[in-house]
């Protein structure tokens, strides 16, 4: 790599040994500040003869890290957060400084072929058969559009011209990440949402019932039904196999959104929750959820990855050179082409560690969940709302309002104490604890439990 000038060298073992610190301590909570402060204290960075590495390394580690929530700090509950291994985030350094090209075979064959062995895994995971194949992505987001552009080629493709100038509808259900309606929005599609039980899981006969209850020409636009294993605000896995036969008997795609909740297929505790899931045509679960991977990596698995070529690859005179034969082309299974080989870390670690390892690390979130449950249970002021299925806790606080938990929320951020941030369900305002760190432990529910009291 270039330097641009001769301080280059010495600017990058500086990077490196702060990227090992980092690493290797245990970092603060840390929060976002308003940008009049950052700008303040970080003063003019862009500049026409620069800064200096020093100087803009001093900056970022003083001023704008400090800025950003540590995703890896043990009381780090909202949203999902991540955990990667130190092997996954070293070795993502390492692809970074050889800029390894991993869209097309030709360039990147070294990088496509660990990235398809991380794959592999976890299509056998799933019980998906042998061709399986796929690509990583950046996100769950982009996973499950990709996995729907696909679904809809495939539609298209069959009806022979017949639904050429129609608009497709996706069957999904009203716990399903909202993603899927803006992959609906950008697909110019529409979401037909299936009512769920009582802890918000997605039923075949539901699914069915949804589909019968369509006029005939609506139920010829139906291209896709989309499950989700694990629904990110509850943790709660759908009925995989009574919505995938609900979707082969409508002839339409399935599709099983397991960005956050597919991670547990590797816990022997959990994996009867994803009966079903063999028959998916496509698949999604993002390694830098709970597979302990670092931002960003969704892994994007297609029963037949031979349609999602037909509908994703792109043809240019200066791009034929990639087509002359039969090569594994990440960029052909996804919406994308230039890509970083975001498998990799994931790749690196578990060659390291061994995939035992990883079913012990999920396993360990689970018992901490498990744990954390009982301990609500036990506690008189607060109430579980739901029992765990996978590793999120959703309860109240007895008597609190919708601004006595913001006020909270913001507090304990402040004091470096966790990052939670309420969540509701059935209209309730309420709090969720999600549970990704092998780090985390049952202390550190308690220490959240007891800033309720
Ligand atoms: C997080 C999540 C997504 C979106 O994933 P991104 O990586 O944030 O784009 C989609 N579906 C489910 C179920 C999720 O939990």
Redesign the pocket.
């Known amino acids: 790599m270039h330097s641009f000038d001769r301080r280059g060298k010495r600017l990058s073992w500086r990077i490196l040994s702060y990227a090992l610190r980092r690493m290797r301590t245990d970092p603060p909570l840390d929060h976002a500040e308003p940008v009049e402060t950052l700008r303040r204290r970080a003063g003019v960075t862009v500049t026409p003869e620069g800064i200096g590495g020093d100087e803009a390394l001093r900056i970022w580690q003083e001023v704008l890290a400090p800025a950003c929530i540590s995703v890896d700090h043990p009381r780090f509950f909202s949203y999902?957060p991540g955990a990667p291994s130190e092997a996954a985030g070293m070795f993502d350094v390492a692809i970074s400084a050889a800029n390894v090209y991993a869209g097309s075979w030709q360039e990147g064959a070294g990088a496509v072929f660990a990235e398809n062995e991380a794959l592999h895994w976890i299509a056998g995971l799933a019980g998906m058969p042998d061709g399986a194949g796929g690509v990583f992505v950046?996100?769950?987001?982009?996973g499950?559009l990709s996995a729907l552009i696909a679904a809809r080629w495939h539609w298209r493709h069959r009806g022979g011209g017949t639904h050429d100038r129609s608009r497709g509808i996706i069957v999904a259900s009203r716990a399903a990440?909202s993603?899927v309606a803006q992959a609906a929005r950008a697909m110019d599609a529409d979401v037909v949402l299936v009512d769920t039980d009582g802890r918000g899981r997605m039923e075949g006969a539901a699914t069915r019932a949804a589909i019968a209850a369509l006029p005939e020409d609506d139920a010829a636009r139906v291209f896709a039904v989309v499950a989700?294993a694990?629904?990110?605000n509850v943790g709660i896995v759908d009925d995989l196999e009574g919505v995938g036969a609900a979707a082969r008997e409508a002839g339409a795609w399935f599709h099983v959104?397991?960005?956050?909740?597919g991670a547990a297929l590797c816990a022997p505790s959990r994996r009867g929750l994803f009966a079903g899931i063999e028959h998916a045509d496509s698949f999604i679960v993002?390694p830098?959820?709970w597979l302990f991977a670092p931002f960003?990596s969704?892994a994007l698995l297609y029963r037949e990855p031979r349609i999602a070529r037909a509908a994703h690859t792109q043809h240019a005179e200066y791009l034929d050179a990639l087509h002359v034969n039969d090569d594994w082309n990440p960029s052909d299974y996804a919406h994308h082409l230039s890509r970083r080989p975001r498998g990799l870390p994931l790749w690196f670690s578990l060659a390291t560690h061994g995939t035992r390892a990883y079913t012990e690390a999920v396993e360990r979130t689970l018992a901490v969940t498990d744990a954390g449950a009982e301990l609500i249970r036990r506690a008189p002021h607060v109430e579980l709302i739901l029992e765990p299925e996978l590793s999120v806790l959703v309860f109240r606080r007895a008597g609190w309002t919708h601004e006595q938990y913001e006020e909270w929320s913001a507090r304990v951020l402040a004091a470096g104490i966790t990052f939670t941030v309420p969540t509701s369900w059935q209209g309730e305002t309420c709090l969720r604890l999600c549970i990704v760190n092998p780090e985390t432990t049952e202390a550190d529910i308690a220490l959240v439990l007891e800033t309720l009291e």
Not at 257 to 261: L, P, R, S, V
């Open positions: 999902v950046s996100g769950g987001t982009a499950n990440h993603s989700t694990g629904t990110t959104d397991g960005a956050y909740g993002d830098h959820k960003d969704c």
